[in-house]
């Protein structure tokens, strides 16, 4: 979680004020809510984690919990989305994104030059007509998924990102206004495709992808994952009431629901011999949305476990073993949809039978790897980019684990990733034939109202060096 520079004082009559209107007020509390607050956290904010999770929960988690309930409100951003009734598919509708203002970009050598344009004036570029408003397709199924064969989509590419190498980047749909409008001019203007992983898995994950990738003859992994809760996790079923509708589960988040949500949920549930009123089925139901929670035993409610998530995010059983459930939560969490990002990258298989070459920025534990692997693409030599030591060393475990021939390189800091370094890798490798990632979304993500600072933000300015690096790896290559 993000923390701001600035640090905000509690003053004493601040406190006292909290503790009068909170008769269960603590020291315990006092502290926690002290340190949340200078931490850069509302009061109001604080106090509901510190409620639910209890104050003598460790302040990280605390800080997850937060950052989680702002992401699952993240449909608050001012992003709107047209009626269905006016789309036919993605080929037929013209994007408020497509007038894309033109660049001029010269080819970035070295980490100082690209510091010194960034810090010139050209991380702020102007919006576009709309006022950088995205608007979002629905449904929200990109150039075609699997159940939806008879979208004919075409697209032309400039030609200055036409590949090889080709690239991928990722990052969550629903984004403060202008985002992907300046996400899209630093990629060689290509739109995004925006894909809901509701139609690969029994979740929604609302991400967009510009990419240079052929979009035909695409195919999914098999086998074929479970699209809807039950299929995913028989032995709900048994106990599901039936004013719970949901079919799909809500976007997988970094930490998950409090053991005492649930009993509070189970005792007032417990109340009732039949149907509970529909005040308390609408509690039951947002909580239950809210945290992904899905039906264990009679009124009785659970969080996903980290195995179950794994079975959603498209991974291996045991993928992230041996770390703690809250470590398995936050890498899930952040992860790409395996099935989803499979099918995209389906396209390569034909295009490098023999073997591929990838650049992995941002890597996290693994996902692009893992879909490439799953899709029968020899990985010759991947450069995995990820800062996170758990990461990478669940990346390293399944490397080792599915027996990989080709070479792992791992790089802890993106800013290590120089024009030297990578002069270095195409003259060993013969070039790049992928560049994949999708940089941190603290700061776009969810009512993050600490850190909601777009591109400008500590960590989503890390785009940034994403385009960095595509750039020079693309100058190197033209050289050959």
Not at 215 to 227: E, G, K, Y
Not at 245 to 263: D, I, M, P, W
Not at 347 to 369: C, D, H, R, Y
Not at 370 to 399: D, F, M, Y
Request: proline share 6%; charged share 25%.
């Amino acid at each position: 979680m993000p923390f701001t520079s600035e640090v905000t004082v509690v003053s004493s009559d601040f406190i006292s004020f909290i503790f009068q209107e909170n008769t269960e007020y603590s020291f315990e509390k006092d502290r926690t809510l002290s340190l949340l607050v200078e931490m850069g956290y509302e009061a109001e904010t604080a106090l509901i984690a510190i409620d639910r999770c209890g104050p003598d929960t460790p302040i990280a988690e605390l800080s997850d919990f937060i950052c989680a309930a702002q992401m699952a409100k993240e449909a608050d951003f001012q992003i709107r989305e047209e009626p269905r009734k006016n789309i036919k598919c993605p080929s037929q509708q013209k994007p408020a994104n497509a007038h894309f203002l033109k660049d001029k970009r010269k080819k970035l050598h070295s980490n100082e030059e690209w510091k010194g344009k960034r810090h010139r004036g050209i991380e702020k570029p102007p919006m576009d007509q709309d006022d950088g408003v995205c608007y979002l397709p629905n449904p929200m199924i990109g150039f075609g998924v699997p159940g939806d064969p008879f979208c004919t989509v075409r697209r032309t590419l400039p030609e200055a990102a036409l590949g090889p190498p080709y690239f991928y980047y990722e990052n969550v749909a629903l984004t403060p206004k202008g985002v992907w409008s300046t996400i899209s001019r630093f990629l060689y203007d290509i739109a995004p495709e925006f894909v809901d992983s509701r139609y690969f898995c029994a979740a929604a994950r609302k991400r967009g992808y510009i990419h240079n990738l052929p979009i035909h003859n695409r195919f999914q992994l098999l086998p074929v994952p479970p699209l809807t809760i039950h299929k995913a996790f028989p032995l709900t079923r048994k106990w599901w009431p039936s004013w719970d509708n949901r079919t799909k589960l809500n976007c997988v988040l970094t930490c998950v629901g409090s053991a005492k949500l649930t009993e509070r949920i189970r005792k007032a549930l417990e109340k009732f011999d039949g149907e509970p009123p529909s005040s308390v089925k609408k509690y039951v139901m947002e909580e239950c949305k809210k945290w992904n929670l899905v039906w264990v035993g009679k009124n009785k409610v659970a969080p996903l476990e980290p195995d179950e998530i794994e079975i959603l995010m498209g991974f291996p059983k045991n993928h992230t073993r041996s770390f703690s459930r809250t470590d398995r939560f936050k890498v899930l969490g952040n992860a790409f949809q395996v099935d989803t990002v499979g099918y995209h990258l389906s396209v390569l298989k034909n295009l490098f039978p023999t073997g591929i070459n990838v650049l992995s920025l941002f890597s996290g534990i693994g996902g692009a790897e893992v879909a490439l692997h799953r899709l029968g693409i020899p990985l010759k030599n991947v450069v995995s980019v990820e800062l996170s030591e758990t990461s990478r060393t669940i990346v390293q475990s399944w490397w080792e684990q599915t027996n990989q021939q080709g070479n792992l390189i791992h790089i802890a800091d993106v800013q290590e990733v120089t024009a030297q370094k990578l002069a270095q890798w195409v003259d060993s490798f013969g070039g790049f034939d992928l560049v994949v990632g999708g940089s941190p979304c603290n700061n776009l993500a969810g009512r993050n109202y600490v850190s909601r600072d777009g591109l400008e933000g500590k960590h989503s300015s890390l785009f940034y060096d994403y385009f960095r690096i595509l750039d020079v790896v693309k100058s190197l290559m033209s050289q050959q």
